[in-house]
């Protein structure tokens, strides 16, 4: 066209970005790529093909990892960590540095590749995916400097097994491997078959870096090598990707010893409130949904509008969409690029193909005859009943239905299997503010979309997975406190044939929403002393209780609204309590156990009370330092209703240094009292019950563990489970918790001393709480 | 949607007079329930505008045909308290021939004018005269231009003698104190008066942005002065301490999406203060026709008030035909 026609259509014509230097690289190493062991690249080997989405051009061929590679990379990794986490943090944050550094220097090769690669835009690529890597890299080389004076108490994991997802891939890279280096840890990551090329070029810069040998390795291959990670001598895996090899993942790892953090799947809901400006909600949909096309784990996918709005909202919309430019990802005027794979492209269609629901708008766009392209789809009338509501899509379709008000906007929110993130827009700070804590998500958007940072935690709740990456929170999942723990020592209950020492006979029930009940079987066993004397008989609790008690807990939701200073008053009451019955409970402690430590244990036991009654209202949140003109909060929240296998040693404290820090933060708890030695909890009862603890928040079963851990561990209503009796617990509790990919915290049969600091402290409040990240971006 | 344009847009490339192929604006009642529902929020604005130049990048001869479109939506401007007649001659044969005749042959544009000239009251004399022939309209500044304080009746005997004088175009601007008060309804009474003695000479708001307070209050003022009759909505009069910015553009470009999705009636946009590169002047023409169509890309419905923006598109057009960046002092000045 001649530049007086141009004039005339004012067409944008193409702005094509270059891959000459991203395909000389590949060339340069003879497009096969072999693995990045312990410093150097090994031998290519036999592999797979990586093509280009966007034209279905071979890429390379890369070499997938077998069992002695997956090896010889852990290995190098456990060789190297040591060395670097004795490094010290300003070691560390010296790499960490100049690995962003030389990100930024090859921030253009690293985009055009990850597009040629991935199918994404180069904007996107160029603008967020490669500064938000680079970000995480100076990030967390302040988190190296700051170890040491930060968390004295930390330390490394060791190894970490790390596999990533193909939507962000050196985005995902960085927020994987830059909190790992800077905690201490060593790391051996896989990328996926699709896109991996980044990762290579990744680990080119690593030597550019001039990191010790073996502290990155990076293997290539399909999931079939991710279970060999998985598998592998690593001390812990980090997963981002889909919910089902998620939930393979935290089955695979039961009992394993293995630290775990997973960042799932999502099906987002993008609430507009009648009140918002609806221009900005609807460009912000952009952001959204069409924003990697959407294949996005935190996408805002079902977007939910106020009725008084929902045609307008919807016209503009439909506007928007077809303003979308979709088509070759290289060029920068390009929104909407390639769908990663054949194979992705199938499902988006198939799932299309079968939804017959509610009436569906494509972007009246031009689209691409050839490649891996999608038009944006927007799909409205739905009810949630609906597939298209429920499943994660993962393509460039957004469904949507309507809602009346504020409270069924949360209702429908909430009503999904996932928990990741939710966006909000209103204009008014009272609503957005209200409705944010509500959410069952990691992150909250208001009046913004897909915001992220180093600086605030990444993840989700339910199926979303747990853990966070980025932020304080963040650190967690790659540190452990220091010292060696001793193995748990084994202990049974007594036996014995003595009379009943009580002149009376008492019945010890189940405490379940506030109530003392009989066991749902009917059955009891005999408790006796040490000295063999009858001392009672205690319910054995079976799957039916554990259910009832689920069901109570759930009716005192209520308590997780109250306020710090309500919770620590009660929690100070409990002391009170208990302290007024102290003789009795230190006697029984020592009819049961033997010996004379009754009185102490529960001098700290009302010590411990006193201890979470003081956090009740100070475990704070935090504003983060996010480089926005606005707000991250970081909220603490409970968890919900989290199961809490007591541990058999100090059956009082044991069972009070749970219960306390998660009443105190909010949660409702179903305590399985100490097996051997149940009669402290069921005395504790009448305590609960003279202390305005509200019926729910805590619940008693008793009998053996083994009968309640794996429901409680499978209860799809149960938030969280923390094992601390005997050790085959751990594994069985953890492989069970997959079901809803609940939190655990297991003892992996290791003991812990409850009369120490051990017994109290971070680790019991952070087990006690959610991280939530609410975005507040402002502007007068 | 209720009227469609009477006529496709014009192919002719000169001379760029106002296409007069849409039906104007004639306002509408008042309708407060609509003003007050309108809501803009900052960050999210700014976001959009922000992001906007990164997602579309014109290149090579696009960029060159999209530079020269520019320059045919330019108001020419002089508004200095030093203007002379002698000046406003210069000025005006700049706009006859913006960019030098060889550049233009080279691009095969033989004929190309700015969209009109922009001066006092007292210069249109003078600019009638350099312009005679030549097509391009004469626009005013008007009502007490910039502060607008002036008593009622001034301002509106003003945009009248403006008229006579032979204005086709008057850019009036509104008391900022009836927004910043909330008297909307002072606001519409005004714009409503101004539009009424224009006549047939269209009439451009300027809103002064910069002084509104927030973007609120700039949505609220374009979607009033839309109401009552504005053939153009305008940012400033280049005299704020700030002037026309990406985020108040979007603002105002919604508002006449609105507007028009609402009435069938196309308001044209002039942003006026502080363009003066020619990238960002590409970027206002993708912001236009992103956010309201390529309808809105011609000079009936969009101007740029400039006075330094012409120089720097002149560069790029050279450096365009001849691959080399070129110089400012290559370029005859205005």
Known sequence: ?780 | MQTQTKSGPSHTSAPQLPQVTEPRNPGMDLDMNWVMRLQANTSAIERRAASLPARRSVKKSHQAAWLLRAISCIDLTTLSGDDTERRVARLCAKARQPVSADLLRALDMPTLTTGAVCVYHEMIPAALRALQGSGIPVAAVSTGFPAGLSPLHLRIAEIEESVKAGAAEIDIVISRRHVLTGDWQALYDEMRAFRAACGDAHVKAILATGELGNLRNVARASMICMMAGADFIKTSTGKEAVNATLPVTLVMLRAIRDYYDRTGYRVGYKPAGGISKAKDAVTYLALLKEELGDRWLRPDLFRFGASSLLNDIERQLEHHVTGSYSAAYRHATS
Not at chain 1, 2 to 15: L, N, P, Q
Not at chain 1, 163 to 173: A, G, K, R, V, Y
Not at chain 1, 360 to 374: Q, V, W
Not at chain 1, 637 to 661: D, H
């Open chain 1, 1 to 780: 066209m001649t530049v007086s026609e141009i004039f005339e259509t004012m067409d944008y014509g193409t702005a094509p970005e270059t891959a000459a230097e991203a395909c000389a690289w590949i060339k340069r190493h003879g497009a096969r790529f072999g693995h990045f062991i312990d410093g150097s690249f090994t031998k290519p080997g036999r592999g797979f093909e990586s093509h280009n989405p966007a034209t279905g051009d071979l890429l390379a061929t890369l070499t997938q990892a077998t069992q002695a590679e997956v090896d010889a990379a852990a290995r190098a990794a456990r060789k190297a960590q040591p060395k670097w986490e004795a490094l010290g943090g300003h070691g560390r944050a010296r790499y960490l540095y100049a690995l962003a550094r030389l990100l930024q220097k090859h921030s253009r090769l690293f985009a055009v590749l990850e597009t040629l690669d991935n199918g994404k835009p180069i904007r996107e690529a160029r603008d967020i995916d490669i500064p938000l890597a680079q970000r995480h890299f100076y990030y967390h080389a302040g988190m190296a400097q700051l170890m040491e004076d930060a968390l004295p108490d930390r330390c490394a994991l060791g190894v970490c097994g790390q596999i990533i997802p193909w939507n962000f891939p050196l985005l995902m890279l960085a927020w994987k491997i830059a909190p790992a280096l800077a905690m201490g840890n060593t790391v051996v990551l896989k990328p996926t078959e699709w896109t991996s090329l980044t990762a290579l070029l990744f680990a080119e810069i690593c030597q550019q870096a001039g990191l010790p040998k073996g502290v990155v390795n990076i293997v290539t291959g399909d999931g079939t090598v991710g279970e060999k990670i998985v598998a592998a001598q690593v001390d812990k895996i980090a997963f981002t990707g889909s919910t089902s090899v998620g939930r393979g993942i935290r089955a695979a790892t039961a009992g394993s010893g293995k630290a775990l953090t997973l960042e799932l799947g999502g099906k987002s809901p993008y609430i507009v409130f009648d009140d918002a400006d609806i221009d900005s909600a609807v460009e912000g949909l952009v952001d959204a949904i069409w924003f990697n096309q959407g294949q996005v784990c935190c996408a805002g996918a079902r977007l939910l509008v106020q009725e008084p709005i929902a045609d307008l909202f919807y016209r503009k919309l439909r506007a928007r969409m077809d303003k979308l430019r979709v088509g070759n990802p290289l060029d920068k005027s390009i929104d909407v690029g390639a769908i990663i794979d054949p194979a992705q492209l199938q499902r988006i269609t198939a799932l299309m193909a079968a939804n017959d629901a509610g009436e569906s708008h494509l972007a009246a766009t031009e689209i691409p005859g050839t490649g891996c392209f999608y038009p944006p789809t927007l799909v409205t009338g739905l009810n949630p009943a609906d597939t298209l509501m429920q499943e994660e899509i993962f393509g460039p379709v957004l469904v949507s239905t309507t809602f009346r008000t504020p409270a069924e906007a949360v209702q429908l929110a909430n009503n999904t299997r996932y928990g990741l993130a939710a966006t909000v827009w209103s204009e008014n700070i009272n609503l957005a503010l209200d409705i944010a804590p509500k959410l069952a998500t990691g992150i909250v958007w208001i009046n913004s979309t897909n915001m992220m940072d180093a600086a605030a935690g990444f993840g989700g709740v339910r199926e979303s997975g747990f853990g966070r990456e980025g932020g304080w929170e963040g650190l967690t999942a790659y540190t452990k406190p220091k010292g060696k723990a001793k193995p748990l020592k084994e202990i049974t209950a007594f036996a014995g044939d003595d009379a009943p020492a009580d002149p009376i006979d008492r019945t010890a029930k189940l405490y379940i929403g506030g109530k003392q009940t009989r066991p749902d079987g009917g059955y009891s066993r005999p408790v006796w002393a040490k000295s063999g004397a009858l001392i009672g008989h205690v319910s054995l609790a079976n799957r039916k209780d554990l259910r009832n008690a689920v069901e109570a807990a759930q009716a005192a939701k209520g308590w997780s609204q109250t306020t710090g200073h309500l919770r620590a008053q009660i929690l100070y009451y409990l002391a009170e309590n208990l302290s007024a019955r102290a003789d009795e409970f230190a006697k029984r402690l020592n009819a049961m156990q033997g010996g004379k430590a009754g009185a102490e244990e529960v001098d700290l036991a009302i010590k411990r009370l006193f201890t979470y009654a003081a956090w009740a209202d100070k475990y704070d949140g935090q504003i983060h330092g996010v480089p926005i003109r606005g707000i991250a909060l970081a909220m603490k929240e409970p968890v919900g209703t989290i199961g809490v296998i007591c541990p058999n040693e100090a059956p009082l404290l044991g069972m009070i240094s749970c219960m306390a820090p998660a009443i105190a933060m909010g949660n409702c708890v179903i305590l399985a009292a100490s097996e051997p030695f149940p009669l402290a909890a069921t005395d504790f009862v009448q305590v609960l019950e003279t202390s305005d603890v509200p019926a729910g928040v805590v619940n008693i079963l008793t009998g053996p563990h083994g009968d309640v851990a794996g429901d409680m561990a499978a209860h799809m209503d149960i938030d969280g489970v923390w094992s601390f009796g005997a050790a085959p617990l751990s594994e069985e509790v953890e492989r069970a918790s997959a079901s809803n990919l609940k939190r655990t915290w297991v003892n992996n049969g290791m003991a812990r001393d409850w009369s120490g600091s051990d017994g109290q402290g971070p680790a019991f409040l952070e087990a006690a709480t959610e991280v939530k990240n609410i975005w507040v971006p402002y502007g007068a």
